[in-house]
C-alpha cells in the first residue's frame, strides 16, 4: 500500500471542490473559537429562529441519521459490495469514535449550559438533550455521508454541493440548540478524517482493490448484458 499521507493527499486533490471550501470553514471556524466563547454562536443563531428556518434544519438534522444512511449503503451495495462496506465502515468507525469522545468529555450540551442564565427559543416537536455535548455526533455522520458521496461521484463540481449539506447538517445541530459551534467544529473533523482514511483503505490499497468479494456487484450479476 503506498504511503497513507500520500493516498490520503491523493484523495483530497482529486475532491478539490469539496477540501477547498473545508479548509475555508477550518480557518473561519478556528478564528471564531479563538475570539467568542462557546455560547455566542448558539445565541446568535437562536435570535433567528422562525417557523421556515424550523422545517429547513429540521431537514438537514434528519439528513445525518444514520438510519437513512443505511438505505443508502443498501442501495450501494447492490451497486458494489466495496462501496458499501467502505461506507460502513466510515459511519461505524466515526461513530465509536464519537462515543468515546463523549464518554471522556461529558459536556452539557446548551440547554443544560443556559439553563437558568438565558432564555433559549427551541423548535416546537424536538427533543433537546441536556448533556454529552462534544462532539456532535450528528455532524460526524454528515461529513461522512456527505464525503462518501463527494469521493464517489464523478463529476467533481457537485463535491462542493455535497460540502455545503454537510455543512448544514452541522448547522443545524446549533439552531436545533442541541450542540455548541466547537462540537460541531470537531464533530466535521472526525467525519472527514474517517471517512478519508476508509476510502484509502477500500479504494488505494492494492489488495484489497483486487479482491474478488469487494469487487462483487449484484447489479453487474444480474442486470448487465455480458
Same mark, same amino acid.
Given at each position: 500500500?503506498?504511503?497513507?499521507? %500520500? &493516498?490520503?493527499? =491523493?484523495?483530497?486533490? =482529486?475532491?478539490?471542490?469539496?477540501?477547498?471550501?473545508?479548509?475555508?470553514?477550518?480557518?473561519?471556524?478556528?478564528?471564531?473559537?479563538?475570539?467568542?466563547?462557546? +455560547? $455566542?454562536?448558539?445565541?446568535?443563531? @437562536?435570535?433567528?429562529? @422562525?417557523?421556515?428556518?424550523?422545517?429547513? /434544519?429540521?431537514?438537514?438534522?434528519?439528513?445525518?441519521?444514520?438510519?437513512?444512511?443505511?438505505?443508502?449503503?443498501?442501495?450501494?451495495?447492490?451497486?458494489?459490495?466495496?462501496?458499501?462496506?467502505?461506507?460502513?465502515?466510515?459511519?461505524? &468507525?466515526?461513530?465509536?469514535?464519537?462515543?468515546?469522545?463523549?464518554? %471522556?468529555?461529558?459536556?452539557?450540551?446548551?440547554? +443544560? !449550559?443556559?439553563? +437558568?442564565?438565558? =432564555?433559549?427559543?427551541?423548535?416546537?416537536?424536538?427533543?433537546?438533550?441536556?448533556? @454529552?455535548?462534544?462532539?456532535?455526533?450528528?455532524?460526524?455522520?454528515?461529513?461522512?455521508?456527505?464525503?462518501?458521496?463527494?469521493?464517489?461521484? *464523478?463529476? *467533481?463540481?457537485?463535491?462542493?454541493?455535497? /460540502?455545503?449539506?454537510? %455543512?448544514?447538517?452541522?448547522?443545524?445541530?446549533?439552531?436545533?440548540? $442541541?450542540? !455548541?459551534?466547537?462540537?460541531?467544529?470537531?464533530?466535521?473533523?472526525?467525519?472527514?478524517?474517517? &471517512?478519508?482514511?476508509?476510502?484509502?483503505?477500500?479504494?488505494? @490499497?492494492?489488495?484489497? $482493490?483486487?479482491? *474478488?468479494?469487494?469487487?462483487?456487484?449484484?447489479?453487474?450479476?444480474?442486470?448487465? *448484458? =455480458?
Amino acid at each position: 500500500m503506498k504511503n497513507l499521507y %500520500l &493516498t490520503i493527499s =491523493e484523495t483530497v486533490s =482529486e475532491n478539490a471542490p469539496f477540501f477547498i471550501l473545508y479548509t475555508l470553514f477550518l480557518a473561519i471556524g478556528a478564528s471564531w473559537l479563538i475570539i467568542y466563547d462557546k +455560547g $455566542q454562536c448558539v445565541l446568535m443563531i @437562536n435570535s433567528y429562529h @422562525n417557523f421556515v428556518y424550523d422545517k429547513i /434544519f429540521i431537514f438537514f438534522t434528519e439528513a445525518g441519521d444514520g438510519k437513512y444512511f443505511a438505505i443508502v449503503l443498501l442501495i450501494a451495495g447492490v451497486i458494489g459490495l466495496r462501496y458499501m462496506f467502505f461506507g460502513l465502515a466510515a459511519y461505524l &468507525t466515526a461513530g465509536i469514535i464519537v462515543r468515546i469522545f463523549k464518554a %471522556l468529555i461529558d459536556s452539557p450540551r446548551p440547554k +443544560g !449550559f443556559f439553563d +437558568g442564565v438565558t =432564555e433559549l427559543s427551541f423548535v416546537p416537536g424536538i427533543d433537546v438533550h441536556s448533556w @454529552n455535548s462534544m462532539p456532535s455526533g450528528h455532524t460526524t455522520t454528515g461529513f461522512v455521508i456527505f464525503l462518501f458521496f463527494a469521493v464517489l461521484i *464523478k463529476d *467533481k463540481r457537485w463535491s462542493a454541493i455535497m /460540502f455545503v449539506f454537510a %455543512l448544514m447538517v452541522g448547522i443545524s445541530r446549533v439552531y436545533l440548540v $442541541q450542540h !455548541f459551534f466547537v462540537d460541531v467544529y470537531f464533530g466535521s473533523i472526525i467525519g472527514v478524517l474517517t &471517512t478519508l482514511l476508509m476510502y484509502s483503505i477500500f479504494f488505494k @490499497n492494492p489488495t484489497l $482493490q483486487d479482491s *474478488k468479494f469487494l469487487n462483487y456487484s449484484i447489479f453487474n450479476k444480474y442486470f448487465l *448484458k =455480458e
